[in-house]
């Protein structure tokens, strides 16, 4: 098996590139949510007699949009689903809106040239050798990989866009395996937003510390099998 040789070191200018996308896909959620707590306290009366069908198919639309562009968490997505619609409307809500989140932030995440995570990983020859090792694994490591990254409750989803969207998997193949790893999180989401009471609990909601210790374990696991995977390529490569 072969790998790609050490590239050359990114530029200066690649690096600050990479750094403000990155940043900027970090941002856009934070001033979404900003936005819409300061607008929707006095328009939310607009939706409630909007029949649930009708109120699905915008959320997906329009929820689904600003998160896959960034303005908005998927998690938040879910939540909403969940705090304005009854019965089985939010899960449909909630997974239709995160299909297109995924298909439309993964497909902005490929057009861009400069990646956060290959400019990072270019730093050092060791951490470039393991990621190409992982990467021509492509059939199949990294797509339970990329499903266990989205399982995280605490991973960015636009981040995480930019992280997989210039694998080298079919784009098919990479949204199968985000939108698996999403699904767990955003109908837990749905669960959460459908026993808030109000739009203020919605918008104020504080996820519990197991949240975050999950999201810890799921990511040392990665790291551990990531390290295992790369081992047994190396063992392999050097018969």
Known sequence: MSTNP?????????????????LLVLIGPL?????VGLAAP????????????????????IGGTAVGLALLPSF???????????????????????AWATALGLSLGRLFSTNFLEVLLQR????????????????????????LLRLAPHMPFALTNLACARLPLT??????????????RTFFAAHIGSQLQDWQALLERERPPWELLLSLALLALFVYLSRRAANRLAQHANR
């Open 124 to 147: 050092k020859t060791t951490w470039w050798t393991t990621y190409q090792r992982l990467v021509d694994t492509a059939g199949s490591f990294l797509p339970a990989a990329i499903a």
């Open 6 to 22: 050490m590239p050359t070191p990114p530029s200066t200018l690649r690096q600050f590139t990479a750094l403000a996308i990155a």
């Open 171 to 184: 784009p098919a193949r990479i949204w199968l395996s985000s939108f698996i790893g999403l699904l767990p």
């Open 42 to 61: 006095a328009h939310i009366h607009l939706v409630e007699n909007i029949l649930p069908a009708f109120l699905t198919l915008a959320l997906v639309l």
């Open 76 to 98: 938040f997505l879910g939540a909403v689903c969940g705090y304005l619609l009854p019965g089985p409307w939010p899960y449909i809500a909630a997974a239709c809106g995160l």
């Open 31 to 35: 001033a979404g949510m900003a936005l």
